[in-house]
């Protein structure tokens, strides 16, 4: 596609638009997690029920992804992206208005998600469109950062939400922001499209939504469902044979959705691993530190939330900034020196304990918050300078994809590490182990709350019960911490050998 001039002109307000909807997006993947308890009480919802209205946005989002991305390219990005906010807002105000059963909230919560699949990689792929490749760097970068952000804003505007007002807040906090999206978004942001026209690619488009989404499935009931356990085993090699289904189809296919010779650019498929496994790292540590800052440190959800806001002071003017340092120093250093600082974040981590200040714990939210904005960025960077831009929406979509399964895989993994040391190292006291049972071993915050109960019954065995659970849930936190690190260094050595440079030098744009 061609790009008028008073478009490039307007590139960097379209970009603000853009980031304006990707917050929508963002938002809507962790706020309604800190409503919980009370939508819990509300609607009298269950533990399944509660997981599954969690879980149905991230599975029809995640599943999706590809499919809205192909529908973007072939029939308009803005058209996408228009379509998807009017769903998510739909869907919102369905939810905070009239929703008075869990099962109607879950089918809210997948309508949102659908439309959340057409919102991201539209807005990505038309950063990509309007933005000249001297400066299309830079764009992502501030793309990436609003992506970044979006986690840790959700949460502190989920906490104040349901501080504030109810769950129901939750949802209707996502219309004032996507009527202003809409609005500005009709007038000022341009549509575009594949030029080619290509057919879609149906078959393609149905195995993509059965393999993500059975391997999303797959992770996200992995740690309930147990790891070794029958179904799991199976809903993981129902993925496995879906994507391989999808992978020679799409070999084959005469115009595939999604063309495997990109995965043939090392900065294709290095820079997909880059963001998948940062962003494990990112989402594994914020759940974890939301129990650690609540249950050990006594935080409501609006404190905790508002303690996760240096993390993004240190992820924006990375991110912001990447393009001129890949420009100095090549992509590859950059993300890899960005590796590093996580896995510098995670070893400073591990020497934490119960009483340590938070201002130790904010230097490295901040820590790791830089070295997430220097690794995300350039690496999105690298995905989308290896593709066409009439494939910009799928390009974004596997992006997205990406990041989805990498946070995904943190937050599943990071909790049953957390949780198997949480069980190797609690102590039930002698007192209480013919009465309690197995219950304190097996659940966190079922011993911190039974240890209350006790304590309001003048009981000081629950003190005792509070006082162990908490050593021994410090212990699974830095062996996630651990796992964590290890991840984030393997990914650092992997980029630094093997990803390109990737980044045009200021000689060769001018000329």
């Avoid at 963001?275 to 609006?302: D, E, K, N, P």
């Avoid at 404190?303 to 340092?325: K, Q, T, V, Y």
């Amino acid at each position: 596609m061609v790009v008028s001039s008073d478009v490039h002109e307007r590139r960097w307000l379209i970009l603000g638009i853009m980031s304006l909807s990707l917050i929508v997006v963002m938002l809507n993947n962790v706020t309604l997690n800190v409503a919980l308890p009370e939508l819990s009480k509300d609607l009298k919802a269950d533990n399944t029920e509660l997981q599954w209205i969690v879980d149905a946005y991230a599975l029809i989002f995640g599943g999706t992804l590809l499919v809205m991305g192909a529908l973007g390219d072939r029939y308009g990005r803005k058209r996408a992206l228009q379509l998807g906010l009017i769903l998510v807002g739909l869907a919102s105000v369905s939810a905070g208005f009239f929703a008075d059963s869990s099962s109607e909230v879950i089918l809210a919560r997948g309508l949102m998600g659908f439309g959340a699949a057409l919102v991201m990689p539209a807005t990505l792929s038309i950063v990509i469109v309007v933005f000249p490749p001297e400066e299309r760097g830079r764009a992502i970068g501030i793309w990436t950062m609003m992506a970044g952000i979006g986690a840790p804003i959700g949460l502190l505007v989920g906490g104040w939400a349901v501080e504030n007002y109810d769950w129901q807040m939750v949802f209707l906090i996502n219309v004032p922001i996507i009527t202003l999206a809409l609005i500005l978004g009709l007038m000022f942001v341009p549509n575009s499209r594949d030029s080619q026209k290509r057919p879609l690619d149906p078959y393609g488009a149905i195995l993509s939504v059965f393999a993500l989404g059975s391997i999303l499935y797959a992770i996200i009931e992995g740690p309930s469902l147990g790891w070794t356990s029958k179904e799991f085993v199976i809903i993981g090699l129902i993925g496995i044979c879906l994507t391989y289904s999808f992978i020679k189809w799409e070999q084959k296919a005469k115009f595939p959705m999604l063309p495997i010779n990109f995965f043939n650019s090392s900065g294709f498929t290095l820079g997909l691993i880059a963001i998948s496994l940062a962003s494990f790292v990112m989402f594994s540590f914020m759940f974890t530190q939301m129990l650690h800052f609540q249950l050990i440190r006594g935080h409501t959800a609006l404190e905790a939330s508002i303690r996760f806001l240096i993390l993004p002071l240190g992820l924006m003017p990375a991110a912001a900034n990447s393009d001129r340092l890949s420009r100095k120093f090549g992509s590859n250093n950059v993300v890899s020196f960005g590796l590093v600082l996580i896995t510098l974040a995670m070893v400073i981590f591990t020497t934490i304990d119960i009483n340590t200040e938070y201002l130790r714990l904010a230097c490295i939210f901040f820590l790791l918050g830089f070295g997430m904005g220097l690794t995300m960025a350039p690496s999105t960077t690298i995905v989308m300078d290896s593709i066409p831009e009439d494939k910009a929406g799928v390009g974004s979509a596997t992006n997205d994809a990406s990041r989805e399964i990498g946070g995904a895989l943190g937050i599943a993994i990071g909790g049953s590490v957390l949780n198997e040391f949480y069980q190797r190292n609690m102590i039930v006291p002698n007192g209480l182990t013919e009465s309690l049972g197995t219950v304190p071993m097996e659940s966190f915050p079922a011993a911190m709350r039974i240890g209350g109960e006790l304590l309001s019954e003048g009981n000081l065995l629950g003190m005792e019960l509070i006082e162990n659970a908490k050593l021994a849930f410090m212990e699974g936190m830095l062996a996630s911490a651990k796992v964590m690190g290890i991840i984030a260094l393997i990914n650092a050595i992997l980029v630094k050998l093997y990803m390109p440079k990737g980044i045009l030098s200021d000689e060769d744009i001018n000329n």
